[in-house]
């Protein structure tokens, strides 16, 4: 989740990059978020662009995403009560993003095709397969 304390405090005003750095946020839980097979993580908020807000409906930097893939978080569900903060256009919006950054989701789809497609969401490593269900 992000509140507004949490996106305040990752504002980066010094950045010539990111306006957000979540580094200092996961530095702690980096090494062992990296040293799992596969790393599963709740993303109860969306990725619908600015305004970045907290709580009633919730829209995070796209920093966020960024800083989960580089920790190493291999699959983010997006189906929760957050997931329609922003409407559509947030669900849609969070998917471009993840897609963009290649990381692995499941739960809300841009229309019934993607669903039936890939959904339940398999996952195969060393040598095991599991599906991967989520929804509200």
């Known amino acids: 989740m992000q509140h507004d304390s949490q996106i305040k405090a990752a504002r980066n005003e010094s950045s010539t990059g990111y306006a957000y750095d979540y580094t200092s946020c996961f530095k702690f839980v980096k090494p062992y978020i990296e040293s799992v097979d596969v790393a599963i993580g709740n993303l109860e908020v969306t990725l619908a ?19 989960l893939k580089e920790i190493g978080m291999d699959v983010l569900v997006t189906a929760n009560n957050h997931s329609l903060d922003r409407g559509r256009k947030g669900v849609d919006r969070t998917i471009e993003m993840l ?38």
Not at 108 to 129: A, S
């Open 49 to 67: 662009g600015p305004p970045h807000k907290g709580y009633p409906q919730f829209s995070a930097p796209d920093e966020l995403a960024i800083a």
């Open 99 to 136: 897609d963009s950054l290649k990381i692995i989701h499941t739960g809300t789809f841009k229309d019934t095709v993607d669903r039936m497609n890939d959904y339940p969401l398999f996952i195969q490593k060393n040598g095991f397969i599991f599906a991967l269900l989520n929804y509200t």
